[in-house]
């Protein structure tokens, strides 16, 4: 490989990566951004990046960095917001399907 950072790109791609980005849906107080991801033991697995409410799914989402062990969809997890722990569900995105015309 002959580009700038090769070296380290290719060390990360041959490694499993750490953290995976995964969405989450809760009910409750809307997940916000720097809010903690709590795994089982109801220690830190990671942290959100950006969230909000849905309304065309009728819950919160977000989306979030977590241990890659605790990213599998299904997972359940808590997440701190307001210094209370709510629960949160690792979920599959795009969070709504796309319905895009796709000719034929």
Do not use: W
């Amino acid at each position: 490989m002959d580009f700038p950072g090769a070296a380290i790109i290719m060390a990360q791609v041959k490694e499993k990566p750490k953290r995976k980005r995964v969405g989450l849906t809760s009910v409750g107080p809307p997940i916000r951004p720097h809010m903690a991801i709590l795994g089982p033991e109801g220690t830190p697995v990671g942290t959100v990046t950006s969230g909000c409410p849905s309304p065309s799914l009728g819950k919160n989402i977000a989306m979030g960095y977590v241990e890659a062990v605790h990213s599998r969809a299904g997972t359940a997890l808590t997440v701190e917001v307001r210094k209370k722990q709510h629960p949160a569900l690792i979920t599959k995105m795009p969070f709504v399907p796309t319905q895009y015309y796709m000719a034929k």
